[in-house]
């Protein structure tokens, strides 16, 4: 079993409509929980920086722990063109180490 | 705006030819990364620098070795060069007051 397992898609869905994106994960170390936007030949930017359990908004943004589950999320709401990209987990034991994990990613394509 | 730059978007070389990647960043951070990111696999990390002249290996060092002589700068050498190490390589900075890692570009390897 990988560290961290995400849903590779690719997912298509239509602009307006609310993206659901997961992670599982194995580590109940992990502490921090990231998600990172990538758009095509471009580096990984980061969208959303949660610590432990709960949910965070930011805009049309919302990212959501379960570390109970083992399981983050990540919402978008009413869903555009422009947020087609990769959308990357990644999350750490401590703000200061270096242990960062990746997923795989999930390919996300917004249809006009 | 933090900036990480990557000189090498796009190279080809040779089976057994020497390849350096270089990265700089303006943000006087201490910790620097390299990854390198393969479909299905995710960023795996091949070395880590959290000051000039040190290094720690990441999860897959073999067949890379680094250089950091500056601050700002942060190299990937691959001594001699093959072809499973064809992928994207990218290399960040991470913000020392919130963990956030910062990407350069990606510069995209192919060896033949």
């Known amino acids: 079993q990988k560290e961290v397992e995400q849903d590779p898609g690719p997912l298509s869905v239509p602009e307006g409509a609310i993206v659901s994106l997961n992670c599982t994960y194995s580590?109940?170390?992990?502490?921090?929980f990231m998600w990172y936007r990538q758009y095509s030949r471009k580096g990984p930017e980061l969208l959303m920086y949660?610590?432990?359990?709960g949910n965070k908004e930011d805009g049309r943004f919302t990212a959501q722990v379960d570390k109970s589950s083992k399981y983050i999320s990540l919402f978008i709401r009413d869903s555009q063109p422009s947020d087609s990209a990769t959308y990357l987990c990644?999350?750490?034991?401590?703000?200061?180490?270096?242990?960062?994990?990746f997923g795989p990613g999930t390919r996300l394509s917004v249809l006009p | 705006d933090v900036k990480v730059t990557q000189s090498s978007r796009y190279l080809v070389k040779r089976t057994g030819e020497k390849v350096f990647l270089e990265c700089v960043q303006d943000?006087?951070?201490?910790?620097m990364f390299w990854y390198r990111q393969d479909p299905g696999l995710g960023l795996r990390l091949i070395y880590f620098?959290?000051?000039?002249?040190?290094?720690e290996k990441g999860d897959i060092p073999e067949g890379y070795s680094v250089s950091r002589e500056k601050k700002e700068r942060f190299s990937l050498i691959l001594e001699s060069a093959s072809t499973n190490q064809t992928s994207m390589y990218l290399c960040?900075?991470?913000?020392?007051?919130?963990?956030?890692?910062?990407f350069g570009e990606g510069s995209r390897l192919t060896v033949l």
């Open positions: 960040a900075s991470k913000n020392p007051d919130t963990g956030e890692l910062f």
């Open positions: 580590n109940s170390a992990f502490q921090y």
């Open positions: 949660t610590y432990s359990s």
């Open positions: 990644a999350m750490s034991e401590g703000n200061y180490g270096q242990n960062f994990v």
């Open positions: 943000m006087d951070h201490e910790n």
């Open positions: 620098s959290y000051d000039v002249k040190m290094k």
